[in-house]
């Protein structure tokens, strides 16, 4: 395992992007410049996005927050910049995608389940780095976040990524997702950003009592859907939901 970075600030909300959070705190920090010459990069292009998600049926106030805060511009790369605000994936290398702002939001909103919904979550574990967007996202809304990539390059990649917005919140861990990361449950919600035929052990394992999973699960003929997985003092309790289209869960490292 990679030792855990720390970033000691935390990203700012641009003024724009601000009013499509409905319930975006009064007193926000400055916001950063925003990057010339990259395309659909402003505020207005990601307020437009959150406007687009909320109509959509993303009601948690604190996912539009992150939505709106998250700059995904600054995790494509260049050449696909001015798609970044399309509710479309895109590819980050390695045969791996960032997924499209509308399945991120929707996983997000899911792992805030109802004792989350109130309260915010507590420590979280991302299976699945990637590009490292998910876990910025994911920073806005709980207190902890871990996240795990088996591709070292990409691993490489999200340090790139997030080192210059400082998050303090976020550990970045090169390893096998499938194992999980022991060392930092129970985890109040865990989130995969791969799909498998069964959710390992390791995570059900790691999910605290009262905690919320949210992957994409393989169901009869190789189509996937999104499963919630709620850990309660009697058991597990799962929901099959709609279909999504993840890249395939897999172990190791490499």
């Known amino acids: 395992m990679a030792r855990k970075p720390g970033f000691p600030a935390q990203l700012d909300l641009p003024g724009a992007a601000a009013k499509a959070a409905r319930a975006a705190p009064a007193s926000l920090p400055a916001s950063t410049a925003i990057p010339q010459g990259l395309g659909l990069d402003s505020a207005a292009v990601r ?30 790369d260049s050449a696909l910049v001015t798609q970044a605000y399309e509710d479309i994936s895109l590819p980050i290398g390695l045969g791996q ?40 996202v994911l920073s806005m809304m709980a207190r902890e976040v871990y996240s795990m990539e088996r591709l070292r390059q990409l691993h490489e990649k999200a340090r790139h990524n997030l080192r210059p917005l400082r998050l303090a919140n976020v550990h970045l861990l090169f390893g096998d997702g499938m194992l999980g990361y022991a060392q930092g449950a129970p985890y109040a919600g865990i989130l995969a950003a791969a799909g498998g035929q069964a959710v390992p052990q390791p995570w059900c394992d790691q999910l605290a009592v009262g905690g919320r999973l949210v992957a994409p699960m393989a169901v009869a003929g190789g189509q996937q859907v999104l499963l919630v997985l709620d850990k309660t003092a009697h058991g597990l309790q799962q929901t099959l939901l709609e279909p999504v289209h993840f890249v395939p869960l897999k172990s190791g490292i490499a």
Do not use: D, W
């Not at 959150?50 to 494509?76: C, D, P, S």
């Open 47 to 76: 307020a437009h996005m959150v406007q687009k998600l909320a109509r959509n049926g993303i009601r948690n106030a604190a996912v539009l927050h992150a939505m709106a805060t998250v700059e995904r511009h600054r995790f494509v």
């Open 97 to 136: 995608t960032i997924s499209k702002p509308s399945i991120v939001a929707r996983m997000a909103e899911l792992l805030l389940g109802a004792p989350a919904a109130q309260h915010g979550l507590g420590r979280v574990l991302e299976i699945g780095t990637g590009c490292g967007y998910q876990a910025a």
